[in-house]
């Protein structure tokens, strides 16, 4: 083989080694992030992605935040969105506390709003934003999730419109099986401790008769208590619901003053990262339901 032609065809190695990408990086998709503002958006946004490939989620309120009605922004919480394809918020005003903070710090971040559409109650004067312990309003904000990562992520678009639609229906089905569970009790009032559970109410055919307006680690005052052992009395010892993870003295005293246990409704804002989580809570708060309100009915 003459000199000339060796050198040629050496050249052409190292040109083709340059363009042919090295066989460790072939078929490694970049991976992206996904951060949703809470828990229950994760949860629905675990769903979207099932089976799609190279995206990462991460959750900006850190284990344990709760609603994130007081939520402040910490650097590090920023730093989770360095470079992320977007926010996924529940809407509704619950991430009032820092989103206008946010949209400064990180004015390009695209925010996919899960509350899109979907009528909200007010609760004086202000936005109610528990839409999601609604399966039903749930429902529309899997499909308003679905709508908005597709969007971003257009190579998985099928998949995650096939996702969120499965998904969806099926929390509209679980929305169905809980109202008819609880046919019995249609009307009855329930009192909660915080105003979390009128979106969940209005979709079990039940009613909040009122929110003993204290946020999970607030102390209630002695009237507020007194006020509450009254209700509890003047309403026929209706079921009054704490949340876990709540420790509060004035709960034994009201269950004390009114012979009423105290139960337990989860607003699912803390749990596992488990895809099912949500269905599961929902499935254990119908079991208290059904408990609370069988007891009111024998007493
Ligand atoms: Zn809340």
Redesign the pocket.
Known sequence: MKKSLLRFLSALTVCLLLIMPLPSLAGEAQEVTVVCSFYPVRIFAQNALKDVPGVRLETLAPAGT??L?DFQLMTGDLKKLDGALCLILNGAGMEQSFLPLLTRERANLPLVDCSAGIPLMTEGGEDNP?IWLSPFLAAAMVRNLGDGLSKLLPEHRETILNNTEAYAASLEALGEEMRAALSSFEGKNIVTF???FPYFADAMGLNVLASVTVEPDETPSPRLIAETVSLIQKCGGCPLFSEPGVQLDALNTIARETGCPVYELD?ITDGANDPDAYVQAMWKNLNTLITALSAQAER
């Open positions: 709760g609603c009605h528990h915080h105003e979390a607003p």
